[in-house]
């Protein structure tokens, strides 16, 4: 099992910048919670044994053969819409949206699980195809694939969840070598179908989606006249701004504290970071998630095959497009929407689901062609 494996190549700093991200998560939370009368320590204490949890799993699946784990690519994939089919039928709501499943006593969110069994699937069964990258019934089939998924995390609903899953198909495909024709066509649809999306939505008569959504995206086009939906925003930028460049000091935020900015431990924990760390706070926490993707497209260009390479770029794709979302919420650049910002954000599914790309990640770097140290 592990006549392939280099251990003088297993990445210890990757391990490191995993348990600075996570540490400033913990203390984040544990702020946000104690201070905000609609927190609760539990949340704290639930990230910090969640933590020791899955990292203990993380280390496990770094000496599990990623190869070994791709065989079964056709079983993980059934098992996810499998999950995400419990979930319309046995979901807890909270908030309107029925997200949620109890398995065995935990509570776990199947969307979050998703998206690296999406990327294990994407990468495994393009590896296998990579001769048909090109083929356009080929990239059709991967399309309806994940489609499938999509619509059933945007049913409960999770818009931003689902986009995260488009942006790992488009990731991978991109990064297998597909023909720039394909890249042209796929833009030259995009644009404006953004564009449509973006008029539709704002139409009194529209049902494909929901009220709150249509109120998060006409709040960032009509700041103006939807005031009274855009002070989440707006307390969230004050928040960044008050911390000027030290913070005010560990429970020291009172935006957190009159409960003036909602989910403060998830949606906008970078908030939370800001306020009580100031900027000299958020440029650390954006350079440890800078430093760990880089470090993971390092170990990406020296994997051993394919697979290996696309599993990354797929971890790294959510890693990225997360951390921009997330900060992007928090500082107002874009419509108001719930995506966790990685290793950081309250969340035990969040958690695991990044864990489990990390482990892989460390495999795939035991078993590369060369190494950098």
């Not at 927190?39 to 949890?53: A, C, E, H, M």
């Not at 989606?209 to 109120?215: A, K, M, R």
Request: proline content about 3%.
């Amino acid at each position: 099992m592990f006549r392939n494996y280099n251990f003088r190549k297993y990445d210890f700093f990757i391990i490191l910048i995993v348990i600075a991200l996570v540490a400033i998560g913990i203390v984040a939370i544990g702020s946000a919670t104690q201070i905000n009368s609609n927190g609760s320590p539990l949340k704290w204490n639930k990230q910090r044994f969640g933590f020791i949890v899955t990292f203990i799993m993380m280390i496990g699946i770094s000496f599990i053969n990623y190869h070994f784990i791709g065989k079964f690519y056709w079983l993980i994939y059934v098992f996810n819409i499998i999950l995400l089919v419990a979930v319309r039928f046995m979901g807890h709501k909270v908030s309107g949206a029925a997200r949620w499943i109890d398995i065995a006593g935990f509570r776990i969110q199947p969307s979050e699980l998703s998206k690296m069994m999406m990327v294990i699937f994407l990468a495994y069964i393009i590896d296998k195809n990579k001769h048909k990258i090109n083929n356009f019934f080929f990239l059709m089939q991967l399309a309806i694939l994940t489609l499938i998924p999509t619509f059933l995390i945007y049913k409960q609903p999770d818009l931003s969840t689902s986009l995260v899953i488009i942006v790992i198909l488009v990731i991978i495909v991109y990064a297998a070598g597909i023909n720039y024709k394909y890249v042209i066509g796929a833009l030259l649809i995009a644009i404006p179908l953004l564009w449509l999306t973006a008029w539709y939505i704002q139409q009194p008569d529209q049902e494909f989606f929901e009220d709150h959504q249509v109120s998060r995206v006409k709040s960032f086009l009509y700041p103006e006249s939807e005031g009274a939906n855009v002070w989440q925003t707006e307390n969230s930028i004050q928040a960044l701004g008050s911390g000027q460049l030290h913070g005010k000091g560990l429970y020291g935020g009172t935006i957190n504290k009159y409960n003036y900015l909602p989910q403060p431990q998830t949606d906008f924990i970078f908030s939370i970071i800001g306020e009580e760390f100031g900027f000299v706070g958020c440029s650390v926490t954006l350079f440890l998630l800078l430093l760990l993707i880089l470090r993971c497209l390092w170990i990406a260009k020296d994997a051993v095959d394919l697979y290996g390479m696309l599993i990354i770029v797929g971890f790294v794709a959510i890693i990225t497009f997360q951390t921009f979302v997330n900060v992007g919420v928090a500082t107002g650049i874009i419509p108001n929407t719930g995506i966790p910002l990685p290793f950081i954000s309250y969340g035990l599914s969040s958690l695991l689901t990044n864990m489990i790309g990390i482990g892989l990640v460390l495999n795939i770097s035991v078993q590369r062609k060369t190494s950098y140290y």
